[in-house]
């Protein structure tokens, strides 16, 4: 595996070079995805285990740079674990085994020289649950620039406005910013957390469900947002509407039972996906 | 039928521990407050003091409070760096958590009379004197197990997601320390009144270790009077007046915690405003 991809890294620029490197290895699903771009994020062969629990089996996929890719799948098959091996929240809890690679920005996330924390900020995680911090609205947004050094009250005023704006919920909240976030409804709290995410200036987006308990409006105004965020982001969602992928997704890699199906262009898998799972589940048999 | 009788069990075990905790109050009151006056706080023991005469209790009101505080401040410094230590760079299950958790759990049981002889103990063995700071540093033995117990529980329960969405934003271990800290305020201000609680009305820790004087101290090596010292020798006192004035210095203890806590009480909510 590692050859191939010091090769893929040598002849990026050349597509049929890359193309026959691709097809060489078995466990490459986006084989005939040729990315205009370096893929930001590449799995290869990642294998996790939860508890002895084999999660994730065998994963290879290529996060493409600048633009949205969503992640769909039944409830359980590994969605979460995915998203959180990306930025290596995995590892705070109980007894994990990770096999295989996480590379962003072509560096092993795992890698022993890695420091961990500029892995995190490059990628700004929306968790399935909103979480707010314990603390005023205002200091929520502004924890993430405060602990990268922003100490600057206007700038970090300036910060908060913007990404509150972006997110759509600076008007519901100008006149309480000091309140604290915990008061703030489900929906609010997670535009807050997505303001929050913003606020670090991160290259990637992981959203695990970043509009579940959004209304219809709300959840077209982040959804108009994601879209002119992937000018400068490369966003993977995890969601549970199909709709939804359709609507805005550039790729979507399906997942079952913590393998990864299929991986392809939005239209290839929703106009003519080639695995039958696949399209059972777009077809609605299960879900 | 059944609804009726539990709900007639829990009132009279409701009213049997609030009637009797009442009583004691009362009859502190009842032979403390007429032993009251501005001179029992405001003034140290004149000459005839011992035998009901001129005087007050500054000496062990103002002993009591620098020995709590003393301890807070030390037991604290020790306890949170501790709690957090085996909370968050601790694996889950570490050996050395449990370990640690089980220890405080026994030393939470042992009776003060044994952290009172350890002091001395320790106090001999660094050649030093009955002083302020033995005290302080015997309270402290005291309560440090009160302050790590509880503060470990609120820590514990602070919710992984929280910590999560911290660590998301590329913070560090010891960055995530403040959110966690705001989160378990709530909780770190009850420890720190029950640890007062234990801590200043407790007569047998610093019997050999802070000693008695008449006057105040003035630095860490002097030794120090106590409120509960003050009630003991008071009520082995065979002249009523004295007596009397145990529950004087026993109505003032119970003054300083009550409002210690309410102050604690009030500080609690309003930290508790932005807990998740
Ligand atoms: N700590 C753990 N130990 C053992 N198994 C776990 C652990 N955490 C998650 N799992 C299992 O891993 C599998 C994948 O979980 P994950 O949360 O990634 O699913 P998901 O695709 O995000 O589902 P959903 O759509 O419901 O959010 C599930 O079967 C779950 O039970
Ligand atoms: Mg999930």
């Keep these: ?287 | 039928m059944e609804e009726k009788i539990f709900k007639a069990l829990m009132m009279a075990a409701t009213m049997i521990i609030v009637v009797s905790l009442f009583m004691i109050i009362v009859a502190v009151v009842k032979r403390g407050l007429p032993a009251m006056s501005w001179d029992m706080v405001s003034k140290i023991p004149g000459g005839g003091f011992y035998i009901g005469k001129e005087g007050g209790l500054l000496n062990a009101i103002i002993g009591s409070l620098y020995i709590v505080i003393g301890s807070i401040t030390l037991g604290l410094s020790f306890s949170l760096p501790i709690v957090l230590y085996i909370n968050l760079y601790l694996p889950e299950k570490s050996r050395l958590a449990q370990f640690t958790r089980l220890s405080f759990d026994v030393l939470f049981g042992i009776p003060s009379i044994v952290y009172g002889a350890f002091g001395f103990t320790l106090m001999v063995y660094l050649g030093l004197r009955s002083s302020l700071f033995a005290g302080i540093l015997t309270v402290t033995f005291l309560i440090v197990p009160i302050l790590i117990r509880s503060i470990d529980e609120v820590v514990r329960r602070v919710p992984k997601e929280m910590m999560d969405a911290a660590l998301s934003l590329g913070a560090t271990r010891s960055e995530i320390i403040k959110p966690i800290l705001r989160q378990v305020a709530p909780g770190i201000i009850t420890a720190i009144i029950l640890s007062v609680g234990r801590g200043i009305g407790d007569a047998a820790s610093v019997l050999f270790t802070a000693g008695y004087t008449d006057s105040i101290p003035t630095s860490l090596s002097q030794p120090v009077a106590t409120l509960p010292l003050a009630i003991f020798f008071q009520l082995s006192s065979p002249i009523v007046e004295v007596q009397d004035r145990a529950y004087a210095a026993a109505l003032i203890l119970t003054f300083i915690v009550l409002v210690l806590s309410l102050a604690g009480r009030y500080y609690s909510r309003k930290f508790s405003k932005n807990k998740i």
Aim: one cysteine or more; a positive charge.
């Design chain 1, 1 to 287: 595996m590692i050859p191939n991809l010091l090769r893929i890294e040598k002849h990026i620029d050349s597509p049929t070079e890359k193309f026959k490197v691709m097809k060489e290895s078995q466990n490459q699903v986006a084989v005939d995805q040729i990315f205009k771009t370096k893929p930001h994020i590449s799995v290869r062969n990642l294998n996790v285990y939860l508890t002895k629990n084999h999660i994730l089996k065998n994963v290879s996929l290529d996060i493409p740079d600048k633009a949205i890719t969503c992640i769909i799948g039944p409830s359980g098959c590994g969605k979460t674990t995915l998203l959180k091996t990306f930025n290596r929240l995995l590892q705070n809890s109980v007894d994990v085994k990770i096999e295989g690679e996480v590379l962003v920005d072509g560096v092993n996330i795992h890698g022993k020289d890695v420091e961990v924390e500029n892995i995190r900020k490059k990628m700004g995680l929306l968790s399935q649950r909103p979480c707010p911090l314990p603390m005023s609205i205002f200091d929520n947004v502004a924890y993430g620039p405060r602990i990268h050094g922003t100490r600057n009250k206007r700038k970090l005023y300036e910060i908060v406005k913007n990404q509150l704006e972006a997110v759509g919920l600076w008007e519901e909240v100008k006149e309480r910013l000091k309140a604290p976030a915990i008061r703030l409804s489900i929906g609010q709290q997670q535009r807050l957390c997505l303001a929050r995410g913003l606020a670090v200036s991160p290259e990637i987006i992981l959203g695990d469900e970043a509009t579940s308990a959004l209304d219809p409006i709300a959840t077209t105004k982040i959804e108009q947002l994601f879209l002119s965020l992937k000018k400068e982001y490369s966003i993977v969602l995890v969601t549970h509407t199909l709709r939804q992928a359709r609507r805005i997704a550039d790729y979507v890699a399906f997942m079952y039972m913590g393998e990864l199906i299929e991986f392809g262009s939005a239209t290839e898998i929703f106009t003519n996906p080639k695995h039958q799972l696949t399209r059972d589940y777009i077809g609605g048999s299960f879900s």
